[in-house]
C-alpha cells in the first residue's frame, strides 16, 4: 500500500451521508401520493418500500437492473406487497414526479453546515454518488451544498456504479488527487467504504445504518465526529 500523505482531498458521499434522503423521500411522497390521489397509508407505505427501495439500489450498483426498472419496479413492488392496487400509468407517473420533486425538500443531516463550514478552507471537498446526475446536482444545489465542493462525481457521468474502482479512479483524476493524500466519507459499508478501502483509498463510515463497527474501519455516529480524523 502506497504511504500516506496528509490529506488534501475529501470525497463524499451525498444521500444517507449528508443529505437526509429518508426523510426528503418521505415528504415527496406525502407530496405526490395527494396529487395523484393515492389514498395508501404513508407510514404503512414507507415501511415497506425503503427495504425494497435499497434493494433495488444494490441490483442497480451491481448492474442487474436498469434506472427505469429500478424507478418504477421499487414502487410496483411496494404496492403489491402493501396488496393496494395502482395502475401501471399511474406508478409510471408517480416515478417520474418523485424524481421530479425529490429535491424541493433539502433536509440535511444535523452537523453538515457545521462540519463543511470547518473542513472547507483546509480541504479539497468532493461528491461520488451512485445517484442520477441531474437530481444529485439538484439536490446540492436546492440544500445549499454545492457551493462547498469543488467536483461531482456520479455514477452516470463515470459510467460504472460505486463499489467499482473505476468511479473512485474517476473521481481522483477529476479532482487531480491521489488515493494517498484523499480519504472517502460515506454511509453504505459495501459501496463506499470497502469500495474506497479496495483501491487503497482511506475511508470513514458514517454509521447511519447502525451496522457492526470493526476496529479495523473508521466509524463515525454524527457528522461533527469527523474532527476526529480531520
Sequence with gaps: MPKRNKVEHIFFDLDHTLWDFD????????????????????????????P???KYWKLYRDEKVSKENLRYSRLKE????????VEDQVINQLSE??????????????????????????????????GFKEAQNNKLKSSKLDHYFDTVTSAETAGVKKPNPDIFNFALNLAKAETQNSIMI???????ILGALNIGLDA?????????????IKFIDHLIDIKKYL
Design 186 to 192: 460515506g454511509d453504505n459499508y459495501e459501496a463506499d
Design 204 to 216: 470513514i463510515c458514517f454509521n447511519y445504518h447502525k451496522v457492526d463497527k470493526q476496529p479495523e
Design 78 to 85: 411496494t404496492f403489491d406487497a402493501l396488496e393496494f392496487i
Design 97 to 130: 414526479d418523485y424524481i421530479t420533486y425529490l429535491s424541493s425538500f433539502n433536509h440535511v443531516f444535523d452537523g453538515t453546515f457545521e462540519i463543511l463550514d470547518y473542513l472547507k478552507p483546509k480541504y479539497k471537498l468532493h461528491i461520488i454518488t451512485n
Design 52 to 54: 425494497i427501495n435499497l
Design 23 to 50: 426523510k426528503n423521500s418521505a415528504l415527496t411522497f406525502e407530496f405526490i401520493f395527494k396529487k395523484h390521489e393515492v389514498n395508501a397509508t404513508l407510514v404503512d407505505f414507507l415501511k415497506l418500500y425503503e
